[in-house]
Nanobody, 124 residues
Framework: QVQLVESGGGLVQAGGALRLSCAASGRTFSNRAMGWFRQAPGEEREFVASISSSGGSIYYADSVKGRFTISRDNAKNTVYLQMNSLKPEDTAVYYC?????????????????WGQGTQVTVSS
């Protein structure tokens, strides 16, 4: 069992930055790829970024490439999402997820555990 708790969301102006954190419980964190997804009101859940269990492989959605950076600290059981140059269209609830696989995954069905989400709002 893995429990995930996100933090770091908030309100920021366009062009600003936020850093999301996701703290995981359990002893299997370092064996799992981790991902960030987001969901805007009335929209489907959207893949944002994924990082392999070792951190050696990373994959981004085209919409965030060059602006967002995913990273992980296996010693702290934590995964991060640094978000720079934020745009109003980045406004969403952001979810952290833990995969049953060790390699990067972009499909939500490959993730077994989800956090409660953290709201990110970008004003224009």
């Amino acid at each position: 069992q893995v429990q995930l708790v996100e933090s770091g969301g908030g309100l920021v102006q366009a062009g600003g930055a936020l850093r999301l954190s996701c703290a995981a419980s359990g002893r299997t964190f370092s064996n799992r790829a981790m991902g960030w997804f987001r969901q805007a009101p009335g929209e489907e859940r959207e893949f944002v970024a994924s990082i392999s269990s070792s951190g050696g492989s990373i994959y981004y959605a085209d919409s965030v490439k060059g602006r967002f950076t995913i990273s992980r600290d296996n010693a702290k059981n934590t995964v991060y999402l640094q978000m720079n140059s934020l745009k109003p269209e980045d406004t969403a609830v952001y979810y952290c997820a833990a995969s049953r696989f060790g390699i990067v995954r972009k499909n939500y069905i490959d993730y077994d555990y989800w956090g409660q989400g953290t709201q990110v709002t970008v004003s224009s």
